[in-house]
């Protein structure tokens, strides 16, 4: 332990054993050993080099909106983007955004500014660090269609530029090197009308709502949509909306979203999971993967 303590040296605003849960969309989650709030790069940079070095375990955690974090926790550091990491800038269509921004918060500043081209991003609980990694997607459109460059730094705090020719990105994945971490982001944004864009972004939301519990409890889609179909769909057809295990319920709106009715666990969403992959695998032969990301569970 001495050597998690250490951590307040490199990153002021460290805590330790802190509660996940209130940190994530699900509001589900055991302890994470510290979590780091950095603030500007050198902490960034200094923070990777030592657990690096001593072998302490981490991951980054955005808005917690695509996580799922176990009952016991996370052995390790969660690592969270602010200050300078929450900054905003752009010249001659380009974008610039540092990852710990809220999707909410860039949306708002493409609206001031008439910058158009995420607005498909709307109604996104997450961050853009999270939605780069998550390549997240919403009516047609993909986050990494609008991105020029990123910047990371690697597990050994160098950091490191990606042009877009050189990013390997697919369906709801971004792939980065093991335990980078994205930092600044570059999008090729369309000077626009402002009250246009402020229009698409008000009607993506009114259809989001429509098709989407976003005023409850969950953590986004729990799988992947299979090729040629949709997991939602296909579990809905399996006639498992509204199936239940403890306080984590499969949507009557959207089945392929879990709620947490108010005090689910982490293995509430597990169990529930396993029912649906085993249900659709032997009715429809599909295997569903999952589109959230398990942390702590190994
Ligand atoms: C109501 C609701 C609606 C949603 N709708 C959509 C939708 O329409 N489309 C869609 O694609 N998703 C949707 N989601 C899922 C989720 O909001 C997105 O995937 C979002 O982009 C995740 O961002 P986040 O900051 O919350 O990431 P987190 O959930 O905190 O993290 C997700 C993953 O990204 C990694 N990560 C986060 N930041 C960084 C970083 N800076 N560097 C490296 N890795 C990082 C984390 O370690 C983790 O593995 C929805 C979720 C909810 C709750």
Redesign the pocket.
């Known amino acids: 332990m001495k050597k998690i303590h250490q951590l307040k040296y490199i990153c002021p605003n460290t805590r330790f054993n802190v509660t996940l849960a209130p940190y994530t ?1 699900f509001k589900i989650g055991g302890k994470a050993w510290a979590l780091c709030e950095v603030m500007n790069l050198k902490e960034l940079k200094d923070l990777l080099i030592y657990l690096t070095q001593e072998q302490i375990p981490y ?9 799922l974090v176990s009952d016991s926790g996370f052995k390790g550091v969660a690592i969270r ?1 602010r200050g300078e990491f929450e900054k905003l800038d752009s010249k001659d269509g380009i974008l610039t955004a540092g ?1 710990g921004v809220n999707i909410s918060y860039l949306l708002r500043y493409c609206i001031k500014n008439g910058l158009s081209g995420l607005e498909f991003l709307a ?5 853009v ?3 780069v ?2 390549n ?3 009516f047609g459109g993909e986050v990494l269609d609008k991105v020029e460059k990123l910047m990371i730094v690697n597990p050994f705090g160098e950091v490191i530029l990606k042009e877009k020719k050189e990013l390997e990105f697919s369906y ?1 994945r971004t792939r980065i090197d093991k335990g980078a ?2 930092v600044n982001v570059w999008f090729s944004m369309k000077l626009y009308n402002r009250k246009e864009i402020k229009k698409r972004i008000s009607f993506y939301i009114k259809l989001k709502k429509q098709s ?1 519990p ?1 005023n409850c409890l ?4 729990i799988f992947k949509n299979p090729k040629e179909d949709y997991a939602g769909a296909l579990i809905e057809k399996a006639g498992l909306k509204g199936r239940r295990i403890g306080d984590a319920e499969v949507s009557e709106l959207h089945a392929n979203f879990i709620i947490n009715k108010g005090n689910s666990s982490a293995s509430d969403v597990m169990r529930l999971i396993k029912i649906i992959k085993d249900k659709i695998k032997d009715k429809d032969g599909i295997e569903l993967e999952p589109e959230i ?1 398990f942390i702590g569970f190994d």
């Not at 991951?59 to 996580?67: A, M, R, Y």
């Open positions: 969309t991951f980054v955690l955005g808005k917690g909106s695509n996580v983007l990852a109604g996104i609980p997450g961050t660090g999270g939605a990694f998550m997240a997607g919403a709801r971490v994205i989407q976003i969950s953590a986004g889609c990301q």
